[in-house]
Structure formats: C-alpha cells, structure tokens
C-alpha cells in the first residue's frame, strides 16, 4: 500500500453510522409530501450523491415545485424527525486522531450540503482533524471528481499521493475519475462485490482495518 499524504473521507456510512437515519428521512418527507414513498433499497442507492440529483433520481415524475417541497422536507426531517441517531462508527475518533498525529493531510468529499456538514462536525466535534471539505451544494455531485481535483489543489497534493476512503460505487468511480487510489469500506451502503468493481487498491470492514493500511509501520 502507497503511503499517502492526503486522506479523503466520505462523510455518511464512511465515518458516521447515518444511512438509516437518512432512509427514515427521505421516507417521512415523501409521505408528507404525497409522493410514493422509496424502499430503504431505493435511498441507500442514492446516498452519496447531492440531494437534488438523488431526488430527480428517486421521484422522476415529481414536478419541480414537489422536488423542491421534498429538498425541504428532508432536511426538515432529518434534523427535527423522530430518528435513529447518528454516531460516529467505532475506532472513528482513533483513527483520526492517529492519521493527524503522523502529519497527515485529512479531507471531506460528502454528498451533504455545507449547513448539514458544518451541523455533524460541530455535533460530533470533528471539525478540527480535517484540512478541507468539499460539499455537494458547492460542487459537481459525485461521481464527477471536481471534489477531489478541487481538494488536490488547494493542498499541493499529486493526485498518487491521496486516497479517498467510501462506501459507496459514487465514491469509488469519482476516485478513478480523478486518477486517485480507493479504499472501499463496507460499514455504509455498498457490498464488497459493488465496491470491487471499480479496483479499490483495499476493501476494508471496519474504520480499525484502516490504520495499518494508512500508517504502515
């Protein structure tokens, strides 16, 4: 395993145990606004990407004005519904505490918008590991790699001495995209069969797997 400089982190299912609070979300907000409602299949599919390119993706008859209506409702009920809490995944704190303290460089490509991430960072005190973050509302949705090309030249990064870290296919084919290496790790809502397609150089299990992969002795 190369020893990187840069380490990109996904942000839902990759380090924070959020997928079911999304699911229930994005179900509670189509029920309010009369949409058919997804499978928990269906919204595991779309995380990842920017809410608006999953919405369209979910409801494609949907007009604009229930598109919109549904954007606010999910976010409505993401911070203020009755939902599953959201975590940190085991080792999460560890493991950043460790790659900060071997001078790595730590990034955040999430398909969240920046007031949502801007609310878990302060919630889960984790603000202060990460050099950058890059936000879907702000960029190209994954998998196009604006966000990562975006994070590479803000820290003087080449792109082989960075690896992005996710759970999902979206995370995996935005990497290739920007000709950098993957890990895929399968806490969130991709399998390892999914995640191998797109020749991560490691399929991890846990955030513990990571370290020794990260910081070899």
């Known amino acids: 395993m190369p020893e990187y400089k840069l380490i990109i982190f996904d942000w839902d299912g990759t ?15 189509a029920h309010h606004c009369q949409l058919d409602i997804p499978t928990a299949i269906q919204v595991k599919d779309i995380i990842g ?17 229930q598109l919109k209506a549904m954007l606010e409702q999910y976010k409505y009920q993401y ?10 995944f085991d080792n999460a704190r560890s493991l950043l505490t460790a790659l900060k303290d071997n001078n790595k460089l730590l990034a955040v490509a999430t398909g969240k918008g920046r007031q949502g991430l801007q609310r878990v960072l ?30 590479l030249a803000e820290l003087n ?45 490691a399929i991890v299990d846990s955030l513990a797997e990571l370290q020794p992969l990260l910081l070899p002795v």
């Open 79 to 88: 911070v203020e519904g009755d939902n599953p809490p959201t975590p940190l």
């Open 49 to 65: 990407l920017s809410l608006p390119k999953a919405l369209a993706i979910l409801f494609p008859l949907g007009s604009q004005g």
């Open 157 to 201: 990064v080449l792109p082989e001495h960075a690896v992005m870290i996710g759970d999902t296919h979206y995370d995996m084919q935005m990497a290739q995209a920007a000709g950098v290496d993957s890990i895929g790790i399968t806490l969130g809502v991709h399998d390892r069969a999914t995640l191998s397609r797109y020749q991560p150089k």
């Open 15 to 29: 380090l924070m145990d959020s997928i079911a609070r999304i699911v229930v979300s994005m179900q509670a907000a």
């Open 122 to 151: 302060s919630e889960s005190d984790t603000e202060h590991f990460f050099h950058a973050l890059r936000c879907a509302d702000e960029m190209r949705s994954k998998p196009d790699p604006q966000m990562i090309l975006s994070l």
